[in-house]
Each structure stands twice: as C-alpha cells, then as structure tokens.
C-alpha cells in the first residue's frame, strides 16, 4: 500500500485533501489537523528534474505548484535538514 492510498484511507472522510498529479513520490504526510498532504519539495524537484533541467524545475515549481491557492491545499516542507 503506497502512502497515498493510506492518507486517503485514513484522512479523506472528514476533509477533502488536494492530492497534486505526478507528486505520488514526494508525498512525505499529513499535517496535524489532517487538511493537508505534506509533500517534500527536494523530492518533487528531482521529479521534475525527470523532464527539465534543475532551472526549468524549479522555475516551473514556483510558478506552477507553490503558487496554487485554496482550502485543503498541500504544504511544501525543506526536509534535508537530516
């Protein structure tokens, strides 16, 4: 079982959370009120970086994907920290 399917097990019920396509891998948790999917933002880079350059990534990321708005959106967390 992948860690998306288990948020949605677990979490889905109460809140609608916003899952974003092709970020599967980068999924790292939920937030303590269970209204968001934690994702980690090296991970999502590298899966960006699948298709461009690490420029274009991270340009596509912050135009396309951190700018997104709204209730129930993901969090973006630095977890290189370890």
């Given at each position: 079982?992948?860690?998306?399917?288990?948020?949605?097990?677990?979490?889905?019920?109460?809140?609608?959370?916003?899952?974003?396509?092709?970020?599967?891998?980068?999924?790292?948790?939920?937030?303590v009120?269970?209204?968001?999917?934690?994702?980690?933002?090296?991970?999502?880079?590298?899966?960006?970086?699948?298709?461009?350059?690490?420029?274009?990534?991270?340009?596509?990321?912050?135009?396309?994907?951190?700018?997104?708005?709204?209730?129930?959106?993901?969090?973006?967390?630095y977890?290189?920290?370890?």
């Open positions: 079982m992948t860690i998306k399917e288990i948020i949605i097990e677990q979490f889905t019920e109460d809140e609608p959370l916003v899952f974003l396509d092709g970020f599967d891998e980068a999924i790292i948790g939920v937030n009120g269970g209204t968001s999917v934690i994702y980690s933002f090296v991970k999502g880079i590298e899966i960006l970086e699948e298709n461009m350059t690490n420029e274009e990534a991270l340009d596509y990321f912050y135009f396309n994907v951190a700018s997104l708005q709204g209730e129930n959106m993901p969090i973006w967390v977890d290189n920290y370890a």
